[in-house]
């Protein structure tokens, strides 16, 4: 198995859930000297810049319906920062770019979808519960893809079949809270 393939699925995936904490593993990582890491990514304004955004992300991750904005505009940057990383740590494999933006993907959906259903309740303490859940869930991620990769790649599939889980039954409540919704207009 490519030691390569369960840093890209790793990272692709964590990307999904939060681009900016990948983004700063990856760079310390690459400063700390990890080979499968580009140098480009530790550079001192791309750390910032993360850094930055990681930050921002922080806050408004915790925030109820912000949180749904932040995702409603990172549907299109998370995937994309994926790719764009998936490319970086394969060369520029326009395959490994597309599998690891696929993924960022997949694990975007599920956590915009997790985060909709959570905004429903009342009370501001799940927001909080799942962006730590989230954040803790990426890193441990990235670090099993940067450490331990064919671990990741397993991991990864068992994510996957959490996050289709999630956005099947988000799905599944949205088309239901539509009928009702018509059938109360009728």
């Known amino acids: 198995m490519d030691v390569a393939a369960g840093l890209i699925a790793g990272t692709g995936w964590a ?21 499968s890491v580009p140098t480009v990514l530790g550079h001192p304004a791309v750390l910032a810049v993360a850094v930055l955004l990681l930050l921002v992300e922080f806050v408004a991750d915790k925030v109820a319906w912000l949180d749904s904005a932040w995702d409603a505009v990172h549907t299109v940057i998370r995937p994309a920062g994926g790719a764009l990383l998936g490319s970086l740590l394969s060369d520029g494999d326009l395959r490994a770019a597309l599998a690891a933006g696929a993924l960022a993907l997949l694990a975007h959906a599920g956590k915009a979808g997790l985060r909709a259903l959570a905004n429903l309740s009342p009370e501001p303490f799940s927001n909080v519960a799942l ?19 064919v671990l990741a790649l ?17 799905a599944r409540r949205r088309r239901r809270g539509t009928r009702d919704a018509a059938r109360r207009a009728r």
Do not use: C, M, W
């Open 15 to 35: 990307s999904g859930l939060n681009l900016y904490l990948v983004t700063v593993a990856l760079g310390i990582a690459a400063r700390a000297g990890v080979e």
């Open 131 to 149: 962006s730590v859940a989230e954040d803790g869930l990426a890193g441990v991620t990235v670090l099993l893809a940067l450490f331990a990769p």
């Open 154 to 170: 397993a991991f990864v599939a068992v994510l996957l079949v959490g996050s289709v889980v999630v956005v099947t039954r988000v």
